[in-house]
């Protein structure tokens, strides 16, 4: 797969999947557009590709600096071809004690902010006639009722349907529209969230034995932005090493009866 001539932007590039997915489609060709709420991270990742890449600091939940990022891609380059929605957020804790400040937090970068990364990229394809790819980060928490995450599950799950409506409104400009849903990812943000002894839990409802990599979800993201996938919108590709065919969440406590054994979890949030 190689991607000469066309111009991808990557949100959430500050973090391992976007870092990994902005550095592959750097070396298939990409000239590629980091962005991040963390500008210093997005510019170090940026460094390290070389002159085919520019990075940009961006609050993907503020309208204007999202429409500021989009016209800036567009005076530089002159198009924009590939979009990878990425800029997530998460926080673990139960119905009974997640705050609504989490809450609103998690429907504001996970859903909000890519709802606006995603409609700003495609309301300039549109504009300049350009076939384009967009590709969102959903997660398999929306298909897979994941305790203790109800905010982030929640989040994910409006993003499916969202990927769905953009597709089917979109395929008519020659613009296709998918999500990856990764499991559990090894990245600074599922690190800071799983407890002690919840990751050998995860592991042993994934049938391929091992966590996922950054690498891992970037390649499928690479695909589902290509021509290979000419054919592709409106899906939802699971990345996860079958965990979610067991469909057992990143926690099993039994909350079917009081006093049940529950994993002591680490109370963090973070992006991806």
Known sequence: MRYDGQVAVITGAAGGIGGATAHLLAE??????????????ARDQAAKIGPSAWAAGCDTTDPDQVDGL?????DRYGRIDLVFANAGWGSVGSVLDTSFDDWRRAFDVNVHG???????????MVRHGTPGSIVVTSSTGAVVPTAMMAAYCSAKASLNMLVAVMAYELGAHD???NA?????????????????????HVLSNVPLGRLGVPADVARTVCYLLSDE??????????????G????AGWYTNDFRRRGATTWRLQRSRGAR
Do not use: C, H, K, W
């Not at 298939?28 to 991270?41: E, Q």
């Not at 990245?187 to 990751?199: F, N, R, Y």
């Not at 979610?244 to 469909?247: E, H, Q, R, W």
């Open 28 to 41: 298939r060709g990409a000239t590629v557009v980091l962005a991040d709420l963390n500008g210093d991270g």
């Open 70 to 74: 989009f016209d800036t891609v567009v």
């Open 114 to 124: 890519t709802f606006l990364t995603a409609r700003a990229a495609a309301v300039r």
């Open 175 to 177: 613009i296709r529209v």
């Open 180 to 200: 990856v849903l990764p499991g559990v990812v090894s990245t600074p943000m599922t690190q800071a969230i799983l407890a002690a002894g919840a990751e050998d």
């Open 229 to 242: 996938a000419a054919y592709v919108t409106g899906t939802a590709l699971v990345v996860d090493g079958g």
């Open 244 to 247: 979610a065919i067991p469909g």
